[in-house]
């Protein structure tokens, strides 16, 4: 069983940067792949970012791509998702995901969501 608890959410404007990070609890968190999801209003969740147990081994959605950053701290069973140049329309509850082996549409641990709200 793992427990996951996000924060860091908030309201910034257009351009500015958030820092979003989800602590695990429970057995095992560097054996997950981590995920971060979002959910915008009439909208189906996406899947924003996710990282396997190496550093190095990423997937960004096209729309993000060179604006955010996911990171993991295995020590601290931790994992984030920096935010910069953020845009309106990344306005959306976030969700931090865990799943073993790859990330899917449908992980097994969910958090309960963080809201982020970008101003035009």
């Known amino acids: 069983q793992v427990q996951l608890v996000e924060s860091g959410g908030g309201l910034v404007q257009a351009g500015g940067s958030l820092r979003l990070s989800c602590a695990a609890s429970?057995?095992?968190?560097?054996?997950?792949?981590m995920g971060w999801f979002r959910q915008a209003p009439g909208k189906e969740r996406e899947l924003v970012a996710s990282?396997?147990?190496?550093?190095?081994?990423?997937y960004y959605t096209d729309s993000v791509k060179g604006r955010f950053t996911i990171s993991r701290d295995n020590a601290k069973n931790t994992v984030y998702l920096q935010m910069n140049s953020l845009k309106p329309e990344d306005t959306a509850v976030y969700y931090c995901?865990?799943?073993?082996?790859?990330?899917?549409?449908?992980?097994?641990?969910w958090g309960q969501g963080t809201q982020v709200t970008v101003s035009s």
């Open positions: 990282i396997r147990w190496t550093p190095g081994d990423t």
């Open positions: 995901a865990a799943n073993p082996i790859k990330m899917t549409t449908h992980p097994t641990y």
């Open positions: 429970g057995r095992a968190f560097n054996s997950y792949v």
